[in-house]
């Protein structure tokens, strides 16, 4: 039986963590054993404190490191425990957990990355600004002028990936938004990376990271993070299809 | 170049070189930075007591003014020091992420195995 791990990356989601761990708790797989893991990012609320009275698998990191740095951390934790897959899954509850199956079978079928995009199919009525689509058109632009693929949904968090990637992310992982980056270094690499739709709730209950004066700061930060993985990322092994 | 510039810069340099050398000697500075500065205070002096070959050197350049040149080659210096700096920040950065990581998973691990004897 085949082990996957679901990470959880939390900052401040003392009232959104105990609904999220609970809807990934239920999950269960034909295919592998599933297991969570709660990353703290040393949150200033009481969100190691929820973790503890529900005796949720958490890891507390000391220092607070960021998204990257975050998910990171359970990427380690997944290579150390020698789990053959892993799942991002926000904290936030924006990630609704019956996609992680469909997530699972593509990951089965020997897809090395499978990204749940908001906007593929257009099955999610997930409302976004005029802004942040345009923000995120070109990013997609971005990666399909370094990568030749479309992706739909490059911010997206929700994602899954095997043995391989969890190796290379666990020794190699940006540390801020570091979503569209690594699908640049996957693609570049010769991974196979595929989008399956899924839908995303609005968040509930605190903030998103990105903010209005954040965003441009953003753009112009993972664009150019996409054109230096885009240029400087060597192939590794061949695209088989 | 005044005799009393000279001096006064001489003093300059004897001032900073002092202040390096207490600065290693408390352990707030490590040996390799420090070569740094020293070297940076060493060519102020070599430039003070060789000032003529300065000045020749400069109008050779078709700097206007001497000073223009030493202004430029401090100014290039330091965008250097600035330079190398960032890039010791970011790799310093990048060894206190990954030290974080590992100790929050080592934190688990000896939280789990203390859980285990207690039962």
């Known amino acids: ?241 | 170049m005044k005799t009393s510039l000279i001096v006064f810069l001489s003093i300059l340099c004897l001032f900073l070189l002092i202040l390096v050398f207490l600065v290693i000697k408390k352990n707030k500075m490590s040996l390799k930075y420090s070569l740094l500065w020293i070297t940076f205070v060493f060519m102020i002096f070599i430039s003070l007591l060789f000032h003529n070959q300065v000045f020749y050197v400069s109008k050779f350049l078709g700097f206007e003014a001497p000073s223009n040149m030493v202004f430029l080659i401090g100014f290039v210096l330091l965008m250097i020091i600035t330079f190398v700096l960032t890039s010791i920040i970011s790799r310093q950065n990048e060894k206190i992420v990954a030290l974080t990581q590992e100790m929050a998973i080592l934190n688990k691990k000896v939280k789990e195995l203390d859980d285990r004897d207690y039962l």
């Open chain 1, 1 to 241: 039986m085949k082990k996957l791990l679901i990470i959880i990356p939390a900052y401040n989601e003392e009232k959104n963590i105990i609904d999220t761990v609970n809807s990934v708790k239920t999950i269960e797989s034909d295919y592998c054993i599933v297991d969570y893991v709660v990353i703290n990012d040393c949150s200033k609320d009481k969100t190691e404190q929820v973790c503890v009275d529900n005796s949720f698998n958490y890891i507390s990191l000391p220092l607070n490191l960021g998204i990257g740095g975050a998910v990171q951390t359970g990427y380690k934790y997944a290579l150390y425990n020698e789990y053959d897959y892993a799942i991002q899954f926000d904290g936030d509850g924006q990630h609704n957990a019956k996609y992680i199956e469909p997530l699972i079978s593509e990951l089965e079928k020997g897809v090395d990355l499978v990204i749940g995009s908001r906007f593929i199919n257009q099955i999610s009525e997930f409302k976004s600004t005029k802004l942040r689509r345009f923000g995120k058109s070109i990013l997609s632009f971005l990666i399909k002028v370094f990568t030749k693929k479309k992706i739909t949904d490059p911010t997206s968090g929700f994602r899954g990936c095997n043995r391989k990637l969890i190796e290379l992310f666990a020794s190699k992982y940006p540390i801020d938004y570091p979503e569209p980056d690594t699908i640049v270094t996957v693609l570049k690499k010769g991974y196979k990376v595929i989008e399956i739709p899924v839908k995303m709730n609005e968040r509930k209950n605190g903030v998103s990271s990105i903010n209005a004066f954040k965003s441009i700061y953003y753009m112009i930060k993972v664009s150019l993070a996409i054109i230096i993985s885009g240029i400087s990322t060597e192939k590794e092994k061949e695209y088989e299809d």
